[in-house]
């Protein structure tokens, strides 16, 4: 009797996967904001994957932006990579490219090279692999993250949870600025909403908190990246043009050109048409200065100036993916305040949101008291050798 022939094992991606965190803790280690897995999306449609989108900011003026393909597999198509990676950087406006690859071919290296592609070969990756800072990671990976959303979404019967957070790392990659922020914003909103609502010290409050770093994040790191165009104008005229960012988005001129288009149809074509144009047009300034707008440009101008606001997108970003999440009061001091400016400005109380997650401090219990507690003087003042002989 002839035995069944055995199928092929499933490919589960993990081995993808596993690459991708290592290479993302290479480039956080380096100094980057690095957000993994972000989805380009157009009309509703998603295109394709970045596997790794990077920020970096070098100086008051300089700021780079980079999308980086990992392909770590028997059969990577170095080549087609490295094509499709450069069409999509021009496509979506990003300044520089990246390739890591299984690939060990020295031509495909110098290909890259003369199109300046950063290229990370198969070697390359090992080293990576065989690094104990890289792989004893205290982060938890973003299929972790995603298995507590899952969690949370199961809990509520939806998938909310997880498409606001997929819709926050979309908006990185076509619209990066205050459009990117306004979009983190809302995010975090919703986020910090449902951890307030939460049960404390829960899981959802847990999930809902880092989400909220994240999200929180990511608009430090937009801001950040748009003041750079204002870097050298005076201070007030940043400070403006930040507010009517953050009110108007990314195009606060064509904004206003819409509004007075559509006021102008509605005087021409509506009964009673000047009066209604004339009320829309009031009704909708006095909302748009309702928008606490200048405490957020005030702080965002104030933390551009150096690279705190960067350094705050950085410090946001890590505590979101921490394993031990930390509270609202243990996050760094830039971090805080940049993230207390924002929970002012999406109208959540900060001490609320604070008491969301707290997580349990570790008792430390007092030794027990014995004979040998107390070192004599010379013990004490000279401590012993590893032979055990003192000094």
């Given at each position: 009797?002839?035995?069944?022939?055995?199928?092929?094992?499933?490919?589960?991606g993990?081995?993808?996967?596993?690459?991708e965190e290592?290479?993302?803790s290479?480039?956080?280690?380096?100094?980057?904001f690095?957000?993994?897995?972000?989805?380009?999306?157009?009309?509703?449609?998603?295109?394709?994957?970045?596997?790794?989108?990077?920020?970096?900011?070098?100086?008051?003026?300089?700021?780079?932006?980079?999308i980086?393909?990992?392909?770590?597999?028997?059969?990577?198509?170095?080549?087609?990579?490295?094509f499709?990676?450069?069409g999509?950087?021009?496509?979506?406006?990003?300044?520089?490219?990246g390739?890591a690859?299984?690939?060990?071919?020295?031509?495909?290296?110098e290909?890259?090279?003369?199109?300046?592609v950063?290229?990370?070969?198969?070697?390359?990756?090992?080293?990576?692999?065989?690094?104990?800072?890289?792989?004893?990671?205290?982060?938890?990976?973003?299929?972790?993250?995603?298995?507590?959303?899952?969690?949370?979404?199961?809990?509520?019967?939806?998938?909310?949870?997880?498409?606001?957070?997929a819709?926050?790392?979309?908006?990185?990659?076509?619209?990066?600025?205050?459009?990117?922020?306004n979009?983190?914003?809302d995010?975090?909103?919703?986020?910090?909403?449902?951890?307030?609502?939460?049960?404390?010290?829960?899981?959802?409050?847990?999930?809902?908190?880092?989400?909220t770093y994240?999200?929180?994040?990511i608009?430090?790191?937009?801001?950040?990246?748009?003041s750079?165009?204002?870097?050298?104008?005076?201070?007030?005229?940043r400070?403006?043009s930040?507010t009517?960012?953050?009110?108007?988005?990314?195009?606060?001129?064509?904004t206003?050109?819409?509004?007075?288009w559509?006021?102008?149809?509605?005087?021409?074509?509506?009964?009673?048409?000047?009066?209604?144009?004339?009320?829309?047009?009031?009704?909708f300034?006095?909302?748009?200065q309702s928008?606490?707008?200048e405490?957020?440009?005030?702080?965002?101008?104030?933390?551009?100036?150096?690279d705190?606001?960067?350094?705050?997108?950085?410090?946001?970003?890590?505590?979101a993916?921490l394993?031990?999440?930390?509270?609202?009061?243990?996050?760094?001091?830039?971090?805080?305040?940049?993230?207390?400016?924002?929970?002012?400005?999406?109208?959540?109380?900060r001490?609320?949101?604070?008491?969301?997650?707290?997580?349990p401090?570790?008792?430390?219990?007092a030794?027990?008291?014995?004979e040998?507690?107390?070192?004599?003087?010379?013990?004490?003042?000279?401590?012993?050798?590893?032979?055990?002989?003192?000094l």
């Amino acid at each position: 009797m002839n035995a069944k022939p055995t199928s092929a094992p499933k490919k589960t991606g993990k081995k993808g996967f596993e690459t991708e965190e290592i290479v993302r803790s290479y480039f956080l280690g380096a100094g980057f904001f690095v957000v993994r897995g972000v989805k380009l999306r157009h009309g509703g449609d998603e295109l394709t994957d970045i596997d790794l989108w990077l920020y970096e900011r070098s100086a008051t003026l300089a700021r780079r932006r980079i999308i980086i393909d990992i392909k770590d597999n028997a059969q990577p198509k170095a080549a087609e990579r490295l094509f499709f990676v450069k069409g999509l950087a021009e496509l979506i406006q990003v300044e520089a490219t990246g390739i890591a690859t299984s690939d060990s071919r020295r031509s495909l290296r110098e290909l890259a090279r003369k199109h300046n592609v950063l290229w990370i070969d198969n070697a390359d990756l090992q080293r990576l692999k065989s690094s104990q800072r890289l792989t004893a990671s205290s982060r938890l990976s973003d299929e972790d993250l995603g298995e507590l959303i899952a969690k949370v979404d199961a809990s509520r019967s939806s998938k909310d949870v997880r498409d606001t957070f997929a819709s926050v790392k979309s908006s990185v990659a076509d619209r990066f600025g205050p459009s990117c922020a306004n979009t983190a914003a809302d995010g975090a909103q919703y986020f910090a909403r449902m951890c307030v609502e939460a049960h404390p010290n829960s899981l959802p409050a847990q999930v809902f908190t880092r989400l909220t770093y994240f999200c929180a994040g990511i608009a430090a790191a937009a801001f950040d990246f748009a003041s750079g165009e204002s870097a050298l104008r005076p201070q007030q005229e940043r400070l403006a043009s930040l507010t009517d960012a953050i009110r108007f988005g990314d195009d606060p001129k064509g904004t206003a050109e819409k509004l007075r288009w559509a006021q102008a149809a509605i005087r021409d074509y509506a009964p009673n048409g000047a009066g209604l144009a004339d009320i829309i047009h009031n009704r909708f300034h006095q909302a748009l200065q309702s928008v606490p707008a200048e405490s957020l440009a005030e702080i965002v101008v104030k933390m551009a100036n150096s690279d705190r606001l960067f350094n705050a997108a950085k410090d946001l970003e890590q505590a979101a993916f921490l394993i031990d999440c930390p509270e609202f009061d243990e996050l760094p001091i830039d971090a805080r305040a940049f993230l207390g400016a924002m929970l002012d400005f999406i109208t959540i109380d900060r001490i609320t949101f604070s008491q969301g997650w707290t997580p349990p401090k570790p008792v430390i219990s007092a030794p027990a008291a014995t004979e040998d507690a107390n070192p004599t003087t010379s013990e004490a003042t000279h401590p012993p050798t590893e032979d055990g002989k003192l000094l």
